[in-house]
């Protein structure tokens, strides 16, 4: 295997290729999960003024001293106030004002009693209210600035955008935001053995599924995904093809098929002739046969076609490429587990599907019985993909491996 490339430094090679995107300004309401391109500043304070937290009462706090029940303070009410309003009003000792949640508090009041601890009416407003508490200075008011404050970064640089990220930068008023360019990513499956997922099955045909996959792939990377038609294994349909995507501007091309040695893999050989490859086989199970390069300063990944291969070789190569383009950081989620059978391997840095088990603190994986890279089926019973290193010729049972997690449910 000494001709491989290695892992590790195939996607060293490939990240020193990769660029960062542009940024760009959407509408808010589009943004999110998408990366922030700068730091967003509050240009005022939220609220803007002191509101009340409660249904109540404004009051000066001097008029209710020593209130209670038994010996209730008696004040007029002058004015109502609502959430909206521009109250004018100004109170005078023995005054208050009936306010709602969320109004605007006049500079003269100086607390807020909720209506539970007075006999205010709201369906029956009365001149007079009485008053059952005493209360402390601003009691029930919130200040100007207490949500968020002028000069405050309310969204960080290099954010993935939440929604509770986009409701702030609402209140802050910002109904357009710089964010990073999502990668254009076109996929392409070839080989003449494939037909559209809606297409019925002839004998020696199968359906298309490598490319629906990677642009569900690409997608859950945050990336846009453009797929071609199937393109026939010939030099002309394969040339054709790249041409097509590249008219389209796109940040990256991956292919599926036509890379390894077949009388029809004309990928790699098309790729040769107008743009350039770095390398084309690395020392990777399932995914051996992978090409990478340029096609007019296009990124371009060249993956097998066998579909278990194909995720694998996005997941270890392409994904990373893709999330610096868009400057993501990666939640990939990996486990340490003790492997329960042992497992032959060829030398090659191996990625096995297992099932996963806790039992108290250990992590178990169990390779699933299938580990054919035509199976898709094993990704999807799939838990895990557990790493066996390079050089390796059999993986013991008992020992502690590296695993992917693939599925919810086996955090620490």
């Known amino acids: ?113 909720p209506i539970e601890q007075t006999d205010g009416d709201w369906q029956n407003p009365r001149p007079q209210v009485r008053i059952y508490t005493d209360a402390a200075s601003n009691a029930n008011i919130r200040p100007a600035g207490e949500n968020i404050s002028a000069g405050w970064v309310i969204a960080h640089r290099g954010a993935t955008l939440r929604p509770q990220d986009i409701g702030i ?25 494939l037909v559209r997922v809606d297409q019925p099955l002839k004998p020696g ?34 040339r054709a093809a790249f041409e097509y995507a590249l008219d389209h501007q796109p940040d990256m091309i991956i292919s599926s098929g036509g890379v390894s040695m077949g009388a029809v893999d004309f990928v790699r050989e098309i790729i040769e002739e107008i743009g350039a490859v770095d390398f084309w086989r690395i020392n990777l199970k399932p995914g051996k046969p ?13 993956l097998p076609g ?27 989620l990996t486990r340490t587990a003790i492997l329960q059978k042992s497992v032959k391997s060829d030398g090659r840095r191996t990625y096995l599907r297992v099932k996963l088990k806790k039992e108290g603190a250990n992590l178990y994986a169990d390779p699933v019985p299938v580990q ?17 290193p390079e050089g390796i010729e059999q993986a013991q049972a008992g020992e502690l491996y590296s695993v992917r997690v693939l599925r919810a449910g086996f955090e620490e």
């Not at 992978?290 to 060249?302: H, I, S």
């Not at 490429?321 to 868009?326: G, H, P, S, V």
């Open 1 to 113: 295997m000494s001709d491989l490339m290695n892992v590790d430094v195939a996607l060293g090679r490939i990240l020193n290729e990769i660029t960062r995107l542009n940024t760009e300004t959407i509408p808010l309401d589009t943004a999110l999960g998408r990366v922030l391109a700068a730091d967003i500043i509050a240009s005022e304070d939220s609220p803007p003024f002191p509101t009340s937290a409660m249904d109540g009462f404004g009051v000066i706090v001097e008029d209710v001293a020593g209130a209670s029940r038994d010996n209730p303070a008696v004040l007029d009410v002058v004015a109502d106030v609502q959430a909206g309003d521009s109250p004018m009003v100004k109170l005078s000792r023995g005054q208050a004002v009936r306010i709602m949640t969320g109004a605007l508090v006049p500079d003269s009041v100086t607390a807020v009693i």
């Open 169 to 193: 930068l609402a209140v802050a008023g910002q109904s357009r935001v710089p964010v990073l360019r999502q990668s254009r990513v076109v996929i392409m499956s070839t080989g003449d053995e």
């Open 205 to 238: 045909k199968i359906r298309d599924c490598n490319c629906i996959t990677l642009a569900s792939m690409v997608t859950a990377a945050g990336g846009i995904p453009y797929r071609l038609p199937i393109v026939a294994d010939t030099r002309e349909a394969v």
């Open 290 to 302: 992978l090409a990478f390069g340029k096609l007019r300063d296009v990124p371009f990944f060249g």
């Open 306 to 332: 066998n579909p278990v291969s194909v995720m694998v070789t996005f997941d270890v190569l392409v994904k990373p490429a893709l999330l610096k383009q868009m400057n993501r950081g990666d939640h990939l």
């Open 372 to 388: 054919s890279s035509g199976a898709l089926w094993s990704m999807v019973i799939a838990d895990g993909l557990l790493i066996i």
